[in-house]
T-cell receptor
Framework: QKEVEQDPGPLSVPEGAIVSLNCTYS??????FMWYRQYSRKGPELLMY????GNKEDGRFTAQVDKSSKYISLFIRDSQPSDSATYLC?????????FGSGTRLLVRP | DAGVIQSPRHEVTEMGQEVTLRCKPI?????LFWYRQTMMRGLELLIY????????DSGMPEDRFSAKMPNASFSTLKIQPSEPRDSAVYFC????????????????FGEGSRLTVL
């Protein structure tokens, strides 16, 4: 079993839609959770991070962690074509980041 | 700062050849990571360094892979001999020191080196 599981998609939505991206993880010791965004032919870049359970909001983006179910979510409101990218969830084990395989998102104009 | 710089951006080589990928981390960052990304396996950590010292190389697939960090501003990942299954995008990433807490996960990635082994 992979430590972090993520549906690869692709997920195609119309502009303005609310997008929900999800991951599950296996190790209850994980405490830091991140979402990285990767545009085509670029390296991933940090979008948001949260510590332990709860929500964190940044503009149109909301990250949510439910430690009881080992579930990580990223919500994008009013999605834009510029949000089209691959979104990778990640968590830490000591100093190592463990990534999900990424979900490819396409926002259609 | 120019960010993490990787070279070459693209490499096409034949099976059996030696491949060397290079990375210049962001100045002041004391952690350096090498990742490999494929469609099948996603983003996998190969090895990471702290203050130029390899800390965890458990992700290095086999002895054909080796990584060095001779100084704080340069690292190499070498594959010898290369095989078609090594074809992937190899990313280097660096992160800043963190005082008194575990790494919060802000890695700064380069643009990757796309390797094709024929």
């Amino acid at each position: 079993q992979k430590e972090v599981e993520q549906d690869p998609g692709p997920l195609s939505v119309p502009e303005g839609a609310i997008v929900s991206l999800n991951c599950t993880y296996s190790n209850s010791a994980f405490q830091y959770f991140m979402w990285y965004r990767q545009y085509s032919r670029k390296g991933p870049e940090l979008l948001m991070y949260t510590y332990s359970s709860g929500n964190k909001e940044d503009g149109r983006f909301t990250a949510q962690v439910d430690k009881s179910s080992k579930y990580i979510s990223l919500f994008i409101r009013d999605s834009q074509p510029s949000d089209s990218a691959t979104y990778l969830c990640a968590t830490t084990s000591s100093y190592k980041l463990i990534f999900g395989s990424g979900t490819r998102l396409l926002v259609r104009p | 700062d120019a960010g993490v710089i990787q070279s070459p951006r693209h490499e096409v080589t034949e099976m059996g050849q030696e491949v060397t990928l290079r990375c210049k981390p962001i100045s002041g960052h004391d952690y350096l990571f090498w990742y490999r990304q494929t469609m099948m396996r996603g983003l996998e950590l190969l090895i990471y360094f702290n203050n130029n010292v390899p800390i965890d190389d458990s992700g290095m697939p086999e002895d054909r892979f080796s990584a060095k960090m001779p100084n704080a501003s340069f690292s190499t990942l070498k594959i010898q001999p290369s095989e078609p299954r090594d074809s992937a995008v190899y990313f280097c990433a660096s992160s800043a020191p963190w005082q008194g807490s575990p790494n919060t996960g802000e890695l700064f990635f380069g643009e990757g080196s796309r390797l094709t082994v024929l």
